[in-house]
């Protein structure tokens, strides 16, 4: 049996000043952060309409992204009220045939007819501001009315105003509740779309404040 010493304290090895205060900073730089992102994103559902759309709207063309079936009868009903001379429907499936989507609007295929054109190659909200802009330009037109649903506006808008800045945009938001609740967004499967679609707003916030618009330019009118 041998004698055992004293309990020798154990030593603590404090990290250095200069760490200790940079692990402080980041830790409050990380709370200002995430408070900002959690702000800004009630303040981004705050932006979604929670009526029914305009009854008073009236431009040259309109555009209807793809995505709900709502947005594309929307933009049918606005044409067939003379709100505008043609429509584009933007996104839509390379293998969709207007007689497809005549048989899918039954009451508006006169319209998908006369006045209709489809666009094929847009595959994002970015796509679908290219191919808005090749059709506005073509057309020569100064207003267009937008027609997307309300919680898609803001981030359709910002595309297109970086690719059509000298176009008159107006907005036309659909199924913009996305139910009758009023606390809508706070269900489950909505309150995850409204995050994915809020980091998709400040994704092309930050491209749109980083890169300059690009493009064709816009076409000369003639003088009358």
Partial sequence: MTDQGPDVPRRHHRPPP?????????????VLVGGLLVGGFFLFLSTIPQNEPPSRVAGDGIVALTGGPERVQAGLNLLAEGRARRLLISGVNPDTSAAQLAKLHPESARWLQCCTDLGRRALNTAGNAVETRQWVRRNG??????????????????ELQRAIPETVLVPYPVDARNGTDDVWWSQPGNFRLLVAEYIKYLAALIEVRIAPPTGDAPSQKQKS
């Avoid at 207003?143 to 506006?153: A, K, L, N, Q, R």
Wanted: proline content about 0%; charged content about 15%; cysteine-free.
């Fill in 18 to 30: 200069v760490l200790t205060r940079l692990l402080r900073t980041a830790g409050v730089f990380a």
């Fill in 141 to 158: 037109f100064d207003t267009v009315i937008v027609v997307t649903s309300g919680w898609h506006m803001q981030r359709s808008l910002l």
